[in-house]
């Protein structure tokens, strides 16, 4: 048996036994032995049982397994990438913002020198909705241009074999046709309100095309839509619409509260794509797409945010009545990306809107009550 069907065979032990056990399953680390990978499964079990299992094998054959280094792996995106790729014969590397400050390449070229990642899915970023946005461009600016610098540097230096770098729907032009196409990035001025954050993540873009040009490096960039689900940023101050819409209609059931308001005119319409149909894509592009040109990643569907706050009432307080406050921002008026290209690859999204946030809704509860939900997490307290 090789190394990566026994790996397979030991995920799958491991993952029915976590299954029956209701535990989480613990990976890989090295043991002072030479050769020697210890395998650790750890679960906690039902019937308040504890079973610990501990698989030690041979790992001469280890070496030949894949690699994938994915930063910001705490994050929205990052942690469902990591929970896809739990579903695949490979190594996933992580590094915490505390082990390796992504803003600082002396870090991160001692981290790809002693790991020598295969693949890299680059994730991390200064992420946030409009209002952290407008309040600190210079945080996004500065950090989300740092954070491609050194990677992709890193990832070159160290000849990782592929990296695919997420670019964000709302850096094309704020006026661009709809669906917007991926050859209308930097056609048109751009949407005041984040511009600085889509120069740092365009200049990341072309970081990618740079290195293939000059140094032949397979680095890709994927282009994703509005994004959601588990271990998204519910700060109110600092997150996106829909899960700052599941905040406040969760708050005004508990508070009993007749109507929640919404921000803007209900009017502008977005396309949602929930975030494990995001890490199967990239992936699925890791495998499947080795152009410069960027690829768009969404459903191709979108709703007004009227809609949208309709299904948030309906799946989290469906008592509720919806007021809009037309005083507030609202933003591009339409954000739909054409995603022909990527279909015609033959890849399409799972979850749809509905179902998604009302996973999403039930994974909340569940976090809130493990208190292991981003409730405060302005962009400043997580530097
Ligand atoms: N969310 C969306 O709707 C959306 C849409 C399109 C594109 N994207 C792109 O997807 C990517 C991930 O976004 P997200 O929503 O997952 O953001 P997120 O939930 O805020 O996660 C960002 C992650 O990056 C990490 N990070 C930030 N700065 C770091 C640093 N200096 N060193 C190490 N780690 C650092 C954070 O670490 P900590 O855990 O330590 O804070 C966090 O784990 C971004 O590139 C974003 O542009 C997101």
């Known amino acids: 048996m090789n190394a990566k069907s026994r790996f ?3 995920l799958l032990f491991s993952r029915i036994d976590s299954f029956v056990t209701c535990g989480p399953v613990r990976t890989v680390r090295d043991t002072d032995e030479p050769g020697i990978r210890q395998f650790r499964v750890e679960a906690i079990p039902c019937y308040n049982l504890v079973l610990n299992l501990i698989i030690i094998f041979e790992s001469k054959n280890l070496a030949d397994m894949e690699k994938f280094f994915v930063t910001g792996h705490r994050g929205l995106v990052g942690s469902a990438v990591v929970r896809r790729l739990a579903a695949e014969p490979v190594e996933t590397l992580v590094a915490t913002r505390d082990e390796v400050d992504l803003r600082d390449g002396m870090l991160v070229e001692k981290f790809f020198d002693d790991a020598h990642p295969d693949f890299v899915i680059h994730v991390a970023g200064t992420v946030g909705g409009i209002h952290a946005n407008q309040s600190r461009p210079v945080d996004f600016l500065y950090d ?18 592929k990296l695919l770098y997420l670019g964000s729907s709302c850096i094309y032009p704020r006026d661009c046709p709809q669906p917007i196409k991926e050859e209308y990035l930097m056609t048109g001025p751009l949407e005041r309100t984040n511009d600085a954050y889509a120069i740092a993540k365009i200049s990341g873009l072309m970081a990618c095309q740079a290195y293939r040009r000059q140094y032949g490096c397979n680095f890709i960039s994927g282009m994703p839509t509005n994004l959601y689900g588990p271990n998204d940023n519910f700060d109110l101050q600092t997150s996106h619409v829909l899960p700052a819409l599941i905040r406040k209609f969760h708050e005004a059931k508990l508070n009993g509260d007749s109507s929640v308001t919404v921000w803007g005119t ?11 149909d995001l890490a199967d894509a990239c992936l699925f592009l890791l495998e499947n797409y080795d152009e410069s040109e960027t690829i768009n990643i969404g459903t191709g569907q979108d709703v007004q945010i009227s809609e949208l706050a309709d299904i948030i009432r309906t799946v989290v307080y469906p008592e509720a009545k919806i007021k809009f406050d037309s005083s507030k921002p609202d933003g591009t008026p339409r954000k739909l990306l054409d995603v022909s290209k990527l279909h015609s690859l033959g890849w399409q999204h799972q979850i749809e809107l509905h179902d998604g946030i009302a996973r999403t809704y ?8 493990q208190q292991q939900v981003r409730l405060q997490a302005g962009v400043e307290n997580r530097t």
């Open 362 to 369: 039930d994974w909340f509860l569940r976090s809130l009550e």
């Open 266 to 276: 209900g009017q502008p319409r977005r396309e949602f794509l929930h975030v494990d």
């Open 144 to 161: 989300n241009s740092l954070l491609h610098l050194t990677v992709l540097r890193a990832a070159w230096l160290f000849e990782t074999k």
């Open 8 to 10: 397979r065979k030991v």
